[in-house]
């Protein structure tokens, strides 16, 4: 049974940066973080398989996803943070999955029980 832990969530000014991180219990070859806001669907925003990365559109220059693989921890790094970034954010892992479909939901077994994000303007 993989786990998976998340910190690092916070309210934060708009610009202003974070970093997320998800301690997994064991080394799972793919992973991600979605977010999800209040009436809105869980989307993807960033994931990583084995050493390559996929944004979002929407995150793309801003956010950063990577992996320390001696500890298993999941790392996003925020930078110039948008009000519209608030969400509940989850980290996620998984087997190999297609890389068209990283940052769809269906491909992940193991969910975090999600850190909250808030950014003000």
């Known amino acids: 049974q993989v786990q998976l832990v998340e910190s690092g969530g916070g309210s934060v000014q708009a610009g202003e940066s974070l970093q997320l991180s998800c301690a997994a219990s064991v080394y799972i070859r793919s992973m991600a973080w979605f977010r999800q806001a209040p009436g809105k669907e869980r989307e993807g925003v960033a994931a990583?398989?084995?050493?390559?990365?996929y944004y979002a559109d929407s995150v793309k220059g801003r956010f950063t996803i990577s992996r320390d693989s001696a500890s298993n921890t999941l790392y996003l790094q925020m930078n110039s943070l948008k009000p519209e970034d608030t969400a509940m954010y989850y980290c996620a892992a998984g087997g190999w999955i297609l890389p068209s479909r990283l940052l769809n939901r269906d491909g992940y077994s193991y969910w975090g029980q999600g850190t909250q994000v808030t950014v003000s303007s």
């Open positions: 990583l398989q084995t050493r390559a990365t």
